[in-house]
């Protein structure tokens, strides 16, 4: 189910019909390794092993796929599992990959500590500087452009259009990774991308309950490559990790207009705080990507990040007085979790050129009422 439906349409029914058995609305968990075979080879509806396909694999697959615009979906058991199936499946020993230069501290360490060994070179460079992606692309050599938009920790903004543009120019693919923008925001596949990545477990499950990832993309070709790795190397997701996620997707349009609506309420707090130097939110006016992410994004997102005068102590007080807003890894969830990205989920890029600032603190913004968040933010400062 693709257009002319309306997201939340596609969110609640692609993939999704009413089960043909016993007319259940919501599509079953098929918790089973296995499948009957009618005969040597004959399977039933095409599956055989869990690990291989499975009907609530299909179904999240389906989903994800319509809501990016792509025509294939690959749901995997983490976004990190995703992100490490198609580097199988793209790169190859002395290939060379283009990064941000803020990059989630673990798709660094996949590159850096990983992949590296195996002769795949990945180049951080600020994804903001056309001129300096241009250079950093190597003509016949260069896998791939990955970008993030808005990036992990300081949210900032690349052009997805004019880097397809260079990077097809130069024989490369693009890669781009939506967890933070989602879907609902934002349309890779639509401007240039190749693929696009999802770390479900964040705003597409939403509840903070399950673990997932996905890569959507519209290749045939490719997809058929990515399905033999994804078979041969098994990082797929349970039946009801799938169904987790699936579930999510339905109030995936509902959910991130609250997400947006409390960020901005929360950015804007923030920016008049004497406590509070520099806020990292491309909705403000203030913020360098504002007018690219104006074109490129339905809204701005539910992320905010700030640095705290004062340097790290400071900014580890803060995160420790926080009431309402949980301390705690992760981002996407309908509660409001915050943590400083230099001792945590950035901390495998510290010593590198990918280091954060020490002050810097991530806010994921839930759902809840944004009063409280800012009162809860306020006394926090103090």
Known sequence: MTDPYGFSTRAIHAGQEPDAAVGAVVPPIYATSTFIQDGVGGLRGGYEYSRSANPTRTALEECLAALEGGNHGLAFASGLAAEDTLLRTIGSPSSHFVVPGDAYGGTFRLFERVHRRW????????LTDL????KA???GDTAAVWIETPTNPLLAIADIEAIADLAHAAGALVVVDNTFATPYLQQPLALGADVVVHSTTKYCGGHSDVIGGALVTKDDALTEQLRFYQNAI????SPFDCWLVLRGLRTLAVRMERHCDNAERVADFLSGHSRVPEVF???LDAHPGHDLAKRQMRRYGGMVSFRVAGGEPAALEVISRTKIIILGESLGGVESLIEHPGRMTHASVSGTALEVPDDLVRFSVGIEDAEDLIADLEQALG
């Open 281 to 283: 939110f491309p909705g």
């Open 131 to 134: 001129a300096a992606v241009e």
């Open 137 to 139: 692309i190597r003509p």
């Open 234 to 237: 098994g990082g797929v997701p």
């Open 119 to 126: 002769g795949i070179d990945a180049i951080p460079v600020h």
